[in-house]
């Protein structure tokens, strides 16, 4: 049911971005296994490209928080996983592909713990190798989560 409201809200939102198109921050985060460097932590969102493997992460205001502060928070809400040591940001662009002006930031990131929990806004969430090789053959993947694992 939740998952259902969040789907109906984010397109709204669409809707509401292709008509001002507003400017907005948004964050995305590469979490490295903690005993594992070879393993990243890949996600399933439950109200937008739901058939796609990606980052976890969300929007921000910079005028109140940083990108890394933002990439800290949305880690913990969505996966109950903490981060002690600073992200590292890895790029920040600016698309316009749902027809806002979005300046995105991936960091990398290694939360203290592999130990995670969903909240409502994913469906499924994995450690993988950084070469995708533990996801099934036909898997589709983000753009974000290819960008950020080609450094």
């Not at 592909?97 to 990131?109: F, H, P, R, S």
Request: charged letters at 25%.
């Amino acid at each position: 049911m939740r998952a259902g409201v969040m789907l109906l809200g984010h397109r709204a939102l669409r809707i509401w971005w292709r008509l001002r198109r507003p400017t907005t921050y948004g964050v995305k985060a590469l979490l490295m296994h903690p005993d594992d460097p070879g393993k990243c932590l890949v996600v399933r969102h439950s109200y937008v490209d739901r058939d796609r493997w990606g980052l976890p992460g969300g929007g921000y205001s910079p005028q109140k928080e940083s990108a890394e502060g933002a990439a800290v928070r949305e880690v913990a809400e969505e996966l109950a996983l903490t981060i002690t040591e600073p992200p590292t940001v890895l790029h920040t662009l600016t698309t316009t592909y749902e027809g806002k002006v979005d300046n995105l930031t991936i960091v990398v990131a290694t939360p203290t713990s592999a130990e995670f929990h969903l909240n409502a806004e994913l469906t499924e969430a994995r450690w993988v190798s950084v070469d995708l090789s533990d996801l099934p053959t036909n898997a589709r993947t983000s753009r974000w989560l290819r960008l950020a694992l080609a450094e």
